[in-house]
């Protein structure tokens, strides 16, 4: 069985889900990543794993009229002069040459909907966010499943009752999953006072070096600590910049404050300690919907906003009545087992039966896919080639051969 992962380039989560399953699937299953801009970046397993990369979409078109063509309700799908024709050349390039048997699109509408278009079956994973227009009520629709990472209990209010009935929730998990807490505090964490740290992904994020710099110095009372991208220069902040392991970090924090990503959650969750979660701009609002659920499940506090200097002590005390154990119920340590058996699970019932290959059309009796993108740009070297072609086309399905299949439209 051959199994292809699209992960979404937004952040790293999406490689972070994907290393957490894929040793759980069995070890005959062949596995794929695709990744736009250059492969996904996942960890080296112990298995073999072919790393694909394809363009990115095209840009948007700035001619007013063609900028208001459906663009909003189908995404990068982006009426723009055939801009992405690169990238949807390339998928359906890999896909007719590795053949995958299924399709794991993760939070890849376009991908998704590609896939399905070539015929093979897709799992797409799910996440939080107003995802109900018409791409993603297609892409949902055309999937023979639905995954979501998370409990149904953190399923956002206004999610149709017939994309719940769809989806196969698993149950929370990180990179975390199953690993005992550590109980060895890092290097200068503090043994005198609290220690706050602020964590930052890849994904974008609207919380700045400054921010944290105004939060500490008008908090002395609290040991500051930044994980992420950028280097802070105060005296009132610990640095380290992007670490190999930021458990023993999220462990021994008495506050974690960081933005409402998917993985930032349920890392934090599975740390089990307090936390603040400010959620950043997304696509379709994906971090404000997730917040919201975690909001009303008392899970963290949620500020809108960075606080001012002066909200600090209240959203701290607010954060530590708010009760450790509620994660535990949404998080389960067998969930990316779960997962990956769900996964193997339909892709031995999408397994191809009778023959062990499709028929070709039969003019590409002889031919690989790269080579009919040269078959269609010789129909269209003249006007006069063009006719031509059109007529021996038109002759063949009129009288076709006794040993070539008649050709159905």
């Known amino acids: 069985m051959r199994v292809a992962f699209y992960l979404n380039l937004q952040g790293a989560g999406h490689c972070r889900r994907f290393e957490a399953i894929a040793p759980h699937l069995p070890s005959d299953f062949e596995l794929a990543v695709v990744g736009m801009d250059g492969p996904p970046q996942v960890a080296a397993l112990d298995r073999p794993i072919e790393r694909v990369s394809v363009p990115s979409y095209g840009p948007q078109s700035h001619n007013p009229f063609?900028?208001?063509?459906?663009?909003?309700?189908?995404?990068?799908?982006?009426?723009?002069?055939g801009d992405n024709t690169p990238f949807t050349v390339?998928?359906?390039?890999?896909?007719?040459?590795?053949?995958?048997?299924?399709?794991?699109?993760?939070?890849?509408?376009?991908?998704?909907?590609?896939?399905?278009?070539?015929?093979?079956?897709?799992?797409?994973?799910?996440?939080?966010?107003?995802?109900?227009?018409?791409?993603?009520?297609?892409?949902?629709?055309?999937?023979?499943s639905l995954l979501a990472p998370f409990s149904e209990e953190l399923e956002q209010s206004d999610c149709p009752q017939w994309v719940r009935e769809k989806t196969f929730y698993s149950g929370g998990f990180s990179r975390f999953a199953g690993r005992e807490k550590a109980r060895t505090a890092p290097p200068n964490y503090a043994t005198e006072k609290p220690n706050i740290l602020v964590m930052t992904g890849f994904g974008g994020t609207q919380i700045t070096p400054q921010d944290v710099i105004t939060a500490a110095e008008s908090t002395p009372q609290w040991r500051w600590h930044f994980l992420g991208a950028d280097l802070i220069q105060s005296p009132?902040?610990?640095?380290?910049?992007?670490?190999?392991?930021?458990?023993?970090?999220?462990?021994?924090?008495?506050?974690?404050?960081?933005?409402?990503?998917?993985?930032?959650t349920m890392e934090i969750g599975a740390a089990g300690v307090p936390s603040i979660c400010i959620p950043a701009q997304r696509y379709f609002d994906e971090q404000d919907c997730k917040a919201a659920v975690i909001d009303a499940m008392s899970l963290s506090v949620v500020s809108r906003q960075w606080p001012d200097p002066t909200?600090?002590?209240?959203?701290?005390?607010?954060?530590?009545?708010?009760?450790?154990?509620?994660?535990?119920?949404?998080?389960d340590p067998d969930a990316p087992k779960r997962a990956a058996q769900h996964i193997a699970?339909?892709?031995?019932q999408c397994a191809r039966q009778g023959v062990k290959q499709c028929a070709k059309h039969p003019d590409l009796e002889d031919t690989n896919l790269e080579d009919t993108l040269d078959i269609i740009d010789s129909s269209t070297d003249s006007s006069a080639n063009q006719t031509e072609v059109t007529q021996t086309r038109e002759k063949e399905i009129a009288a076709p051969q006794a040993d070539r299949p008649l050709l159905t439209i």
């Not at 995958?100 to 797409?124: N, T």
């Not at 380290?240 to 930032?264: E, T």
């Open 236 to 264: 009132f902040i610990h640095s380290p910049g992007l670490v190999q392991d930021v458990w023993p970090y999220l462990c021994q924090a008495d506050l974690v404050i960081a933005n409402a990503g998917h993985n930032s």
């Open 66 to 81: 063609v900028q208001q063509q459906i663009a909003h309700e189908y995404h990068d799908f982006l009426v723009n002069h």
């Open 345 to 348: 699970d339909i892709a031995r």
């Open 90 to 144: 390339a998928m359906v390039s890999f896909l007719g040459r590795w053949k995958p048997d299924l399709v794991v699109s993760d939070v890849g509408l376009e991908a998704s909907i590609l896939a399905r278009m070539c015929g093979i079956p897709v799992i797409y994973g799910r996440q939080h966010g107003r995802r109900w227009d018409k791409g993603h009520t297609l892409a949902y629709d055309w999937a023979c």
């Open 311 to 331: 909200d600090w002590p209240e959203l701290w005390q607010r954060a530590i009545a708010l009760s450790s154990t509620r994660w535990q119920s949404l998080q």
